[in-house]
């Protein structure tokens, strides 16, 4: 199956690109994205040891857990909300 | 200790008084906003009865006052506060600065300026040498902030660095600021209207003197190690490359942006912060700045930062990239804060949404996502034409709107909120607001670190104590507000940009220690972590006194009618507002950390103690 994956700052910057599919086998989980995530691009796990990403699918916060279907828009955004 | 000068100006008679700051004043207030605020409560009483001092009468005092470590190599130095009596709130006025101007004024000679008085022609104040001269300003008068800072620039030579007022200013518009460079603005409160109400249309630095400094050689080493230390730290970088507007999308996924008056809490990803990166073409810094988080844009100005593009965007419903931008630029050309403009118009257009208002009061249709209609309405406020002169008062157009206008208003104590973080969600956030002192804004004390999930032990070290760390709950909220309120005053107070400040979207910055250690390499003065919160607690119970002067009681810690009663609407933060009962729980707990009573008065023997620091500063009579 396929996943839509959007990385927000700063996360995409070792990445190249914001916007991002990813295959996986059906009925994976949040954690297999990210071990695709991090496999592909290695720098990405500094990023996320800084900071953790906030989760979503859809609309829905998610964690590592979180079973994915093809084609779902999966997002990771830098936990930050200052002003 | 490095001597602080205060300049005491009255445009009335044209007499000028320089003189040291009381060098104990300066110990317990360190300078820029917790300076400014002794000297407005002093001149506030010396003018009468607070309550009754004009905001826009020639007994206002209006005061300039540099941080103490501004102008110097300490990291981000850069800031200034501008402070008087709020005609937009009624209540304390104060709003911080960045750019180059107060490095330039301390250069000048000047740390502070008490401007008194009202000038009979349009004026400048030009400082130059440790001498203030008081000059005609006629030929500027009218002039957008660019322009007049150019003709300021042919006038003096182009070392001159000056703070102005636009348009909106001279207008005694109430949201109008203090402008300097292209997009700089000491904005909040209405300070700008201030200015214009005393015939003041710039004050203007020249000259190089240097800024003493009590160990050069320590303070460039502490400088270096700062540095280093700062830009190891990942948001750092990140506003380096970005800026704020990389807040967008994080709030926007959350469902946590203020849009079309907070009827709804989120938008287009139109205004993400890689749609803004198109129109940028350099990212800029203000004084001894080691972030560098502004962008120049190539719409031509600076900007925009998360608060234009949340204000000026999603809260009017305009999407475009391009028109957010322009927007922002027309309030920096005309002197306005973007903030009370942006939550101004989505007040009225919500208003006119619900039929509360008509054509025959706003002169035609205000519609969500009209540009043409907002940027026209915009130039009409900084002019005071047809309905833009109604809105030109702020909050106090209340009284051109039926009273259930009231309800839809995001403001506290008068004040429009200034970011457009919907704060339903995080309880911290919204107790921040409700209890800061110039009225609902997050520069005050937001505990941003509540979005991060960091350990108990770490929460526990920052805050002194174990604390909930659930962000949508509301206990513990009251202590960790307070100690945004202590660290943020102390910020202030050196003149130090909050982009650096320990707890500002980030634990890795420089807290307490790092500032005892630029206190002494610059200005030879000792304090310990701890004496340094006492002066941020003095700064906040100082300004809790200048309130209580003007009426402020328990009651005005409160939040808008619609972040108590309507649920947010969308994404993750669906259903979440805040419960009345449990509001009131977190002030008890907020009061208890600062040591106020139940009712937020600050105890007697505190009081006693600011009051006698006040009345070591001279005043006029
Ligand atoms: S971080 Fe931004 S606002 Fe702060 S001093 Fe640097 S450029 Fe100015």
Redesign the interface.
């Known amino acids: 199956m396929n996943v839509h994956v959007r990385l ?3 996360f995409w ?1 070792v990445v190249g690109q ?1 916007n991002l599919d990813v295959e996986l086998a059906a009925g994976s989980r949040m954690a297999d994205l990210l071990a695709a995530l991090l496999a592909q691009y290695p720098a990405l796990a500094q990023e996320f040891a ?3 990403p ?1 989760l ?1 699918v859809g ?3 998610a964690d590592e857990a979180t079973v994915l279907g093809d084609g779902r828009h999966v ?1 990771l ?7 | 200790m490095s001597e602080s000068t205060t300049a005491i100006i009255n445009l009335t008679t044209g007499e000028v008084r320089v003189g040291e700051t009381p060098p104990e004043l300066v110990r317990a207030y360190l300078g820029g906003r917790g300076l400014n605020m002794a000297y407005l409560r002093r001149y506030l009483h010396a003018a009468g009865d607070p309550r009754q001092v004009d905001p826009l009468g020639p007994d206002n005092p209006l005061i300039f006052g540099a941080g103490l470590l501004t102008g110097t190599i300490a990291p981000n130095a850069a800031r200034f506060n501008v402070s008087a009596k709020s005609p937009e709130s009624g209540i304390l006025g104060d709003a911080n600065c960045g750019g180059f101007f107060a490095a330039a004024m301390r250069k000048a000679g000047f740390d502070r300026l008490v401007i008194l008085g009202r000038a009979e022609r349009p004026s400048l104040i030009l400082l130059e040498d440790g001498r203030v001269h008081v000059q005609d300003a006629s030929d500027l008068w009218g002039l957008e902030n660019m322009p007049a800072q150019n003709a300021l620039k042919e006038r003096f030579g182009r070392g001159t660095i000056s703070a102005v007022i636009g348009p909106a200013g001279e207008n005694k518009v109430r949201m109008a600021g203090v402008m300097t460079g292209q997009k700089n603005t000491a904005g909040r409160g209405g300070m700008g209207a201030v200015m214009g109400s005393k015939n003041l249309k710039a004050v203007v630095a020249r000259g190089g003197k240097a800024i003493a400094v009590a160990q050069k050689e320590t303070l460039r080493a502490v400088r270096i190690q700062q540095q280093k230390y700062l830009k190891s730290s990942k948001i750092v970088q990140v506003l380096g490359h970005v800026g704020t507007p990389l807040l967008y999308e994080v709030s926007n996924r959350l469902g946590a942006i203020r849009t079309r008056n907070s009827q709804d809490n989120y938008f287009e990803d139109s205004l993400n912060a890689e749609e803004i990166e198109k129109y940028s073409d350099k990212m800029l810094a203000c004084t001894s700045c080691v972030v560098h988080c502004r962008h120049r844009n190539t719409l031509g100005g600076e900007g925009p930062e998360y608060s234009t593009i949340g204000l000026l965007g999603a809260n009017l419903g305009i999407a475009p990239t391009d028109q957010v931008i322009t927007l922002n630029n027309l309030v920096n050309d005309l002197g306005l804060d973007a903030s009370s403009v942006g939550t101004i118009i989505a007040w009225a257009m919500e208003l006119y949404q619900r039929g509360l208002i008509g054509d025959d009061l706003t002169g035609g249709p205000l519609n969500w996502g009209d540009y043409e209609t907002v940027h026209g309405l915009i130039e009409d406020i900084a002019h005071r034409r047809g309905f833009g002169d109604v809105l030109a008062e702020s909050t106090r157009a209340i009284r051109f709107f039926p009273p259930e206008a009231q309800d839809y208003l995001i403001a506290v104590k008068g004040l429009p909120q200034s970011d457009p973080h919907d704060v339903r969600y995080f309880k911290g956030f919204a107790l921040g607001i409700a209890v800061a002192s110039r009225g609902a804004d997050h520069l005050r004390n937001r505990p941003t670190l509540e979005v991060f999930k960091l350990p108990d032990e770490v929460r526990e070290k920052i805050y002194g104590r174990p604390n909930d760390p659930d962000p949508t709950g509301y206990k513990d909220k009251g202590l960790i507000v307070a100690w945004g309120d202590d660290i943020f005053a102390v910020t202030d107070s050196l003149g130090i940009c909050k982009f650096v400040t320990h707890g500002f979207n980030s634990p890795h910055l420089l807290g307490y220690d790092h500032f005892c250690d630029l206190i002494a390499a610059a200005a030879g003065l000792k304090f310990t972590p701890e004496s340094l919160r006492e002066v941020g607690r003095r700064a906040l119970d100082t300004e809790r006194l200048i309130n209580a002067d003007f009426g402020l009681s328990r009651a005005d810690d409160t939040l808008p009618k619609r972040y108590f009663d309507d649920p947010m609407p969308a994404r993750k933060t669906k259903g979440h507002h805040v419960d009345r009962e449990q509001f009131q729980r977190m002030l008890d707990e907020y009061y208890e950390e600062r040591g106020w009573d139940a009712d937020g008065r600050v105890p007697t023997e505190r009081q006693a103690e600011i009051e006698g620091l006040g009345e070591r500063l001279e005043t006029e009579d």
Do not use: T
């Not at chain 1, 955004?77 to 002003?83: D, E, M």
């Open positions: 927000a700052e700063p910057r914001r800084d900071a953790p906030l979503f609309e829905d916060e997002h955004v830098w936990p930050i909300a200052g002003g």
